[in-house]
């Protein structure tokens, strides 16, 4: 069984610093997607990788497959970024995800 | 924004009644899930779809029915609806290789 397992669960930051996020798995991946969910929000797709990285705007999320480690990272923290960050991966030859269980991300001014 | 709509939005319901979730999709997208959200376990997978008619349990499957009879529908059933399954319900889809698409979830209250 595909273990998913993110640190740290809960995460306090000051605005503008550098926040990094990690996620571990155990088993052989296909793709591992990073999600964001404001409180009683919604839940949005912010990244889908496969390998390397990926940037959008200032968010950074990276991969290494031999390893089973992933970290999305957030540049200059602001109080909108508080949220809960989820990793899901997609196990190899399966339809179907597994998640972790989050990471609450308090961002204060 | 995929398209998604789940209904209703919210519902409050009496144990031992069945009760119907549904998720509606506009892109054609393969695969539908369904997930329930509780404190302290995160999502959980209750049951997917890979295609019409095509559907498969998850890890929390006991209690609950899906059907998918066209691309665009998901339907999530409890057949006899226990305060156990008090919970926020998501619908996601995906297509091949691509991200995931949530809808705004469905809070369902079981007294």
């Known amino acids: 069984k595909n273990e998913v397992e993110q640190s740290p669960q809960n995460l306090t930051a000051q605005e503008g610093e550098f926040i990094t996020i990690n996620c571990s798995y155990s088993v052989g991946i296909s793709a591992l997607h990073w999600l964001q969910q404001h409180p009683g929000g919604g839940i949005v797709s912010l990244f889908m990788?496969?390998?390397g990285k990926k940037k959008h705007g200032r968010l950074i999320a990276t991969i290494n497959i031999q390893e089973k480690h992933s970290s999305l990272h957030i540049t200059a923290s602001h109080p909108r970024d508080s949220a809960v960050y989820i990793c899901?991966?997609?196990?190899?030859?399966?339809?179907?995800?597994?998640f972790g269980k989050g990471t609450k991300l308090t961002v204060n001014p | 924004d995929a398209g998604i709509t789940q209904s209703p939005r919210h519902k409050v319901t009496e144990t031992g009644t069945p009760v119907t979730l549904r998720c509606h999709q506009t892109?054609?997208?393969?695969?539908m899930y369904w997930y329930r959200q509780d404190p302290g376990h995160g999502l959980r997978l209750i049951h997917y779809s890979y295609g019409v008619k095509d559907t498969d349990k998850g890890e929390v499957s006991d209690g609950y029915s899906v059907s998918r009879s066209k691309t665009e529908d998901f339907l999530l059933t409890l057949e006899s609806a226990t305060s156990s399954q008090t919970s926020v319900y998501f619908c996601?889809?995906?297509?091949?290789?691509?991200?995931?698409?949530f809808g705004n979830g469905t809070r369902l209250t079981v007294t």
């Open positions: 990788l496969s390998s």
């Open positions: 996601a889809v995906r297509g091949v290789d691509s991200p995931l698409h």
């Open positions: 899901a991966v997609e196990e190899g030859g399966s339809e179907k995800l597994v």
């Open positions: 892109e054609n997208h393969r695969y």
